[in-house]
């Protein structure tokens, strides 16, 4: 019995392909990334059902999964696959497609604006400014007193610097924002 794939689900697969930087349908889903992952263990869909699903073109599915948000990007997975698929790199691209779609969890919306946080204060100094990154987030998420109480013992102790210590090449860090796209 052969399964037929609506233009939908092709379409889902062949966009995972190609942000993944090689062809689904080479994966034959033999479990050996499941079998290497640390995280395997967390995850609601395993990362080789993950690779059959998105093969499939089960969009909601996969998008709906929490473990592509568990998935530490730690390349195990990759490195085992006998196949040279890219397991960590199609959850990478799963992140991505859920990002440009709008497809977070609460909890994934504020680890973003984290990163984003963190990555606009590098963009500024040249090396993450704590305080600069934690007003950025505090502003991006509306969460101005949830761990206030903290501040003070922080500065106290050092771990929170008023100002910025500069990097000498500066210069290369803004080359790199530019090339790979600002923030929002």
């Known amino acids: 019995m052969t399964i037929q794939l609506d233009n939908a689900q092709l379409n889902f697969a062949d ?8 062809r689904m349908k080479d994966c034959y889903v033999c479990g050996k990334c499941t079998a290497g992952c640390p995280m395997d263990y967390l995850f609601d869909i395993s990362i080789h059902r993950i690779m059959h699903l998105v093969q499939q073109g089960h969009k909601d599915l996969v998008m709906s999964a929490k473990s592509i948000w568990l998935c530490v990007s730690c390349e195990t997975c990759s490195t085992r696959c006998p196949k040279e698929c890219k397991p960590a790199t199609v959850m990478d691209a799963l992140r991505e497609i859920a990002i440009k779609e709008n497809r ?3 909890e994934e919306r504020q680890l973003l604006e984290f990163h984003k946080s963190f990555l606009n204060s590098v963009k500024r100094f040249g090396r993450v400014l704590e305080i600069d990154m934690i007003r950025d987030y505090k502003f991006r998420t509306f969460t101005f007193f949830n761990d206030i109480e903290f501040g003070p013992a922080m500065m106290l102790k050092g771990k929170l610097k008023i100002l910025p210590h500069m990097i000498k090449d500066r210069k290369t860090i803004k080359k790199i924002f530019k090339k790979y796209g600002n923030l929002k």
């Open 104 to 106: 977070l969890p609460e």
């Open 15 to 22: 966009e995972v392909s190609e942000l993944a930087g090689f």
